[in-house]
């Protein structure tokens, strides 16, 4: 069974920084394209940050800067580390595992920014 699970979430204050980590299990976690998607409340889904399984990543424009997506394939971890922290950023953030195997999804963790 696979499985994703997220951790590192939070409350941070406008400006911090806050890293997200996302373990996966059950699969060959090299074979997969991973992702960070955030949903406000009240809002879609959306993409956050892609890497591919060759490490090519890609940004939705309104994080390009601030977030950087990396993985390590030993640890069958991927990342996200969130810098310069705006309000605007708060939402539950999801991890995603796309590839021939399949598409999977964490259950979510909450990230707070806030003075």
């Known amino acids: 069974q696979v499985q994703l699970v997220e951790s590192g979430g939070g409350l941070v204050q406008p400006g911090g920084s806050l890293r997200l980590s996302c373990a996966v299990s059950?699969?060959?976690?090299?074979?997969?394209?991973m992702g960070w998607y955030r949903q406000a409340p009240g809002k879609q889904r959306d993409m956050v940050a892609t890497i591919t399984s060759g490490g090519t990543t890609n940004y939705v424009d309104f994080v390009k800067g601030r977030l950087t997506i990396s993985k390590d394939n030993a640890k069958n971890t991927v990342y996200l580390q969130m810098n310069s922290q705006k309000p605007e950023d708060t939402a539950v953030y999801y991890c995603?595992?796309?590839?021939?195997?399949?598409?999977?999804w964490g259950q979510g963790t909450q990230v707070t920014v806030s003075s």
């Open positions: 059950g699969t060959i976690f090299s074979l997969y394209a």
């Open positions: 995603n595992a796309n590839g021939a195997l399949g598409n999977h």
